[in-house]
């Protein structure tokens, strides 16, 4: 395809009403000039259209919200042998593989490079990544077999994240087990939909999302190399919770076991206002609704043991079919307009890091992928013992709480 013309850009944005892109054409070199055109050109209008407009989807009368049940803990705890060795067998064969997501920017945490390069060690460096890495271990250890693990990064963070495994050494890991790809970007815009400058020559583009992560591997051509390395089985985990289990083989027997095309991972709610998305059945298909999408009734409704009704919270530790993920590549995921703090150039050419909210990014996110699924077990775990997410710096689902959890299970920081 030839490079986009001066011309043919000015008219698009004209069309668009965003011709602001182009203020500081004029100042710039030539190969710069011809970098932002490329850059205006592969923008998706639809995305931009999609601000100020009202979300299409089901009426709330459309849709059907009813309770999942998960498996609980005595279940888990009475068949702990039957999970494990079908788990283990699975492991063995390497049926599973897992996805990591570490493609975000983690905006809450404050910290200006990727997550998982955070240092949660107190008195020796632990970083976030590294204990991943140790839990994952934890399950080859136990299987005597390499779990393939895939890293998506974006175009922000990428370098960084792979230079920092190899200067680690993968922490333990082998290198020929772990790949990284690259997820997609989407420009991101201020409240009015114009899109935002980053630079003179930069219009601010952010990782578009974790839902795009399915379709981000196959692009990057891992389908083939799942394919022949035998994987049936995917897992698709957080950076940010440094207690979680990865493929940990009674997880992975139960969800095999229930014959659902998917599993997740699943805490007790700590109570009914807990922020935190729950597990259910929309419209007779599994789905995620997220805490501000619940009503009264379903935060408070309880079953005649006096449980919540909508008991069970996500983790983003989810196990997909592959052949499923393969079924559903080519639905499209609805796109979330999420308010974030956005970097930008303001009139006068300056670079502004705004402290509060400025506008909007686009994301596509994994927790609509479960919906595509006939199926899904919610698998509950300890919440003690494996989920000590690091969003914050402080206080709820911070590094404090996080470091609290890692040394009462026993790992010394
Ligand atoms: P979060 O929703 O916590 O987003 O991501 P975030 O970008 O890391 O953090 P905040 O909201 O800016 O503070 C949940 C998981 O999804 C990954 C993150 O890396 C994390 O593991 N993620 C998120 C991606 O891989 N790509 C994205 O575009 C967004």
Known sequence: MSSPTYEQIYTLLQEQDQLHLLKYYEELEPDRQASLLEQISAIDWNLIHMVGQKPVSETEAEKKIEPLGAMELSEIEQRHDEFEAIGLEALRAQKTGAVLLAGGQGTRLGFDKPKGMFNIGVTRPLYIFECLINNLMDVVKQAGAWVPLYIMTSQKNHEETTSFFREHDYFGYDPEYIH???????PSVDYNGKVLLEAKDRISLSPNGNGGWFSSLCRAGYLEDMHKKGI??????????VLQRINDPVYVGAVLASGCDCGGKVVRKASPEERVGVLCKESGKPAIVEYYEMTDDMRLLRDENGNLLYNFGVTLNYLFRLKRLEEIRTQKLPVHIVEKKIPYINEKGEEVKPETPNGYKFEELVLDMIHMMDSCLPYEIVRENEFA?????EGVDSVDTARELLTRNGVQL
Do not use: G, Y
């Not at 990284?180 to 989407?186: I, K, L």
């Not at 049936?232 to 919770?241: A, P, Y």
């Not at 997410?389 to 710096?393: A, C, D, E, F, G």
């Open 389 to 393: 997410p690091v969003k914050n710096r």
């Open 232 to 241: 049936e089985w995917l897992s698709v985990f957080s950076v940010d919770n």
């Open 180 to 186: 990284f790809f690259r997820q997609d970007m989407a």
